[in-house]
């Protein structure tokens, strides 16, 4: 496990511990986001901190961090840049826009037009963007942290299944017990926990760890496992929409990269087990039976994985 000197996983989970209090399982799920090369998405009402995350794991990493607000009138070129004429010389420059950084919050996703969202995902899907017929290359590495109103919220569009499967890891933060609230006040009383990140990482070793995660071994048994999993969702008859093949491959990367972070060489079943919630909920199309139920696709998800059988 040679990765493990440059990249100070438990150091990382203590500083964003300092931001998001007593969620130890959503630190570790964004981190496998992270790793496992994929983007998040988090699914909140405003105010429960989700610019703080993003702000914080940039600094962890002392990475460029850029927050785009989406808006209804959000332009594709305010998300990617635009060529402007330079007044001095009479001829065009590009002017990247704030996606050009390695960890971009996009802030209530949902709010923006099918176009600007588009602009987004050629970004998220290929780590470049194309203005005016050129393309360029993003930084890298590059993780889009997206946030979306809940569904009904006023003035949202709910994302296209399309998008949705771009995203690795889906989750929501939710807001904080009542005995953490109370420290959540008073620690910002002195001084905005923010200050207190320290830069504990680099970008140069976040992509090594990347590269790290690819290397962790997956037994077969484990695969035809995972993929028993998302099988199941194919054939449920309370579920309209099954898991893509890309699904099944970010509950692998996923998998991989929580094997990583808990220092293991290799996958254990319980590693699909506790993120097939936070990778495949999202994915899912529930069939108007179960919508109409009060069926929730992350129960449905849970179902499936306490019936599935364990590989022995």
Same mark, same amino acid.
């Given at each position: 496990?040679?990765?493990?000197?440059?990249?100070?996983?438990?150091?990382?989970?203590?500083?964003?511990?300092?931001?998001?209090?007593?969620? %130890? $399982? =959503?630190?570790?799920?964004?981190?496998?986001?992270? +790793?496992?090369? &994929? !983007?998040?998405?988090? /699914?909140?009402?405003?105010?429960?901190?989700?610019?703080?995350?993003?702000?914080?794991?940039?600094?962890?990493?002392?990475?460029?961090?850029?927050?785009?607000?989406?808006?209804?009138?959000?332009?594709?070129?305010?998300?990617?840049?635009?060529?402007?004429?330079?007044?001095?010389?009479?001829?065009?420059?590009?002017?990247?826009?704030?996606?050009?950084?390695?960890?971009?919050?996009?802030?209530?996703?949902?709010?923006?037009?099918?176009?600007?969202?588009?602009?987004?995902?050629?970004?998220?899907?290929?780590?470049?963007?194309?203005?005016?017929?050129?393309?360029?290359?993003?930084?890298?590495?590059?993780?889009?942290?997206?946030?979306?109103?809940?569904?009904?919220?006023?003035?949202?569009?709910?994302? %296209? $299944? =399309?998008?949705?499967?771009?995203?690795?890891?889906? +989750?929501?933060? &939710? !807001?904080?017990?009542? /005995?953490?609230?109370?420290?959540?006040?008073?620690?910002?009383?002195?001084?905005?926990?923010?200050?207190?990140?320290?830069?504990?990482?680099?970008?140069?070793?976040?992509?090594?760890?990347?590269?790290?995660?690819?290397?962790?071994?997956?037994?077969?048994?484990?695969?035809?496992?995972?993929?028993?999993?998302?099988?199941?969702?194919?054939?449920?008859?309370?579920?309209?929409?099954?898991?893509?093949?890309?699904?099944?491959?970010?509950?692998?990367?996923?998998?991989?990269?929580?094997?990583?972070?808990?220092?293991?060489?290799?996958?254990?079943?319980?590693?699909?087990?506790?993120?097939?919630?936070?990778?495949?909920?999202?994915?899912?199309?529930?069939?108007?039976?179960?919508?109409?139920?009060?069926?929730?696709?992350?129960?449905?998800?849970?179902?499936?994985?306490?019936?599935?059988?364990?590989?022995?």
């Amino acid at each position: 496990m040679g990765h493990h000197e440059s990249l100070d996983l438990e150091a990382i989970q203590e500083s964003l511990a300092r931001v998001v209090q007593g969620k %130890p $399982e =959503a630190i570790e799920w964004v981190l496998v986001g992270l +790793l496992s090369g &994929g !983007h998040i998405l988090l /699914e909140d009402v405003p105010g429960v901190g989700k610019t703080t995350l993003g702000k914080a794991l940039a600094r962890c990493f002392n990475a460029e961090f850029s927050r785009i607000q989406f808006t209804p009138d959000l332009m594709p070129a305010d998300v990617a840049g635009s060529e402007v004429l330079d007044p001095q010389t009479g001829s065009f420059r590009f002017r990247a826009g704030p996606v050009f950084a390695h960890i971009v919050l996009a802030d209530e996703i949902n709010r923006a037009s099918p176009r600007t969202q588009s602009a987004l995902l050629e970004a998220m899907n290929e780590g470049q963007v194309t203005v005016e017929g050129v393309t360029r290359p993003l930084p890298e590495p590059f993780c889009v942290i997206a946030t979306q109103n809940p569904v009904g919220f006023q003035g949202t569009y709910p994302l %296209p $299944e =399309a998008q949705l499967d771009r995203f690795a890891i889906c +989750l929501g933060l &939710g !807001h904080p017990a009542p /005995e953490i609230e109370l420290e959540i006040l008073f620690a910002h009383q002195a001084r905005d926990p923010l200050e207190a990140v320290e830069p504990v990482a680099s970008v140069e070793a976040w992509r090594a760890a990347r590269e790290g995660v690819r290397g962790i071994m997956v037994s077969r048994d484990v695969a035809l496992y995972l993929l028993r999993l998302v099988e199941r969702t194919r054939s449920h008859p309370e579920i309209e929409l099954g898991v893509s093949t890309r699904g099944a491959l970010s509950l692998f990367r996923a998998a991989q990269a929580r094997a990583f972070i808990q220092s293991r060489s290799y996958v254990s079943p319980e590693d699909v087990q506790c993120l097939a919630r936070p990778v495949l909920a999202h994915r899912v199309g529930l069939g108007a039976e179960a919508r109409y139920g009060g069926r929730s696709a992350g129960s449905l998800i849970d179902a499936l994985v306490a019936e599935v059988m364990l590989p022995l």
